[in-house]
């Protein structure tokens, strides 16, 4: 025997709610708001003893580490192989005011490289890096410093539309200067 599944409900608990695949420092957050995410910020849910568990183990986790992050030298000076990119970057339009304003193309070891956003959301992010070759610096700044591009748009000429503006513009009285 099937059954259907329950709707979203108009009280909240039972709505439907888009669900992406993430990574989230869960270590490094307090533990309320590291069970909120694992709850799927469902503040009902938060407090479920495999969340609470999990976030424990995360932070335990973080405290078991070595102290300090060294990331001396982490951002350098782009090759010479990434100079044809960078001259395109600097011409198209969208760059431009970045440039003006003093920005720079640097080149980073993100092996090092400590985390500022406590959440990403990763969907698309495998679909997005798959032609890059990571021993080929220009396929990584391809992907990390896109060039913009031109979407071609079909272009269609509507005889219809046209005859019926012509129509209107015939129908209109003339101005007089």
Not at 1 to 18: F, T, W, Y
């Amino acid at each position: 025997m099937a059954s259907q599944p329950k709707g979203p409900s108009i009280h909240g608990h039972d709505a439907a709610q888009v669900m992406r695949p993430a990574r989230a420092l869960l270590g490094w957050m307090a533990a309320p708001e590291a069970q909120l995410v694992l709850a799927g910020r469902r503040v009902d849910k938060a407090d479920q003893p495999e969340h609470i568990q999990r976030s424990a183990a995360a932070r335990d986790s973080v405290a078991d580490r070595p102290r300090g992050c060294n990331q001396d030298g982490i951002v350098g000076e782009p090759t010479g192989e990434l100079d044809e990119h960078i001259a395109k970057l600097r011409a198209s339009q969208g760059a431009q005011t970045y440039f003006a304003e003093g920005w720079s193309v640097k080149v980073v070891d993100l092996s090092r490289v400590c985390a500022l956003q406590p959440v990403i959301f990763s969907d698309h992010a495998e679909e997005r890096a798959a032609a890059v070759e990571p021993t080929d610096i220009r396929s990584v700044a391809a992907v990390t410093l896109p060039l913009p591009s031109s979407a071609g748009l079909p272009a269609q000429f509507d005889d219809v539309q046209k005859n019926m503006d012509d129509r209107v513009e015939e129908s209109k009285p003339p101005t007089s200067r």
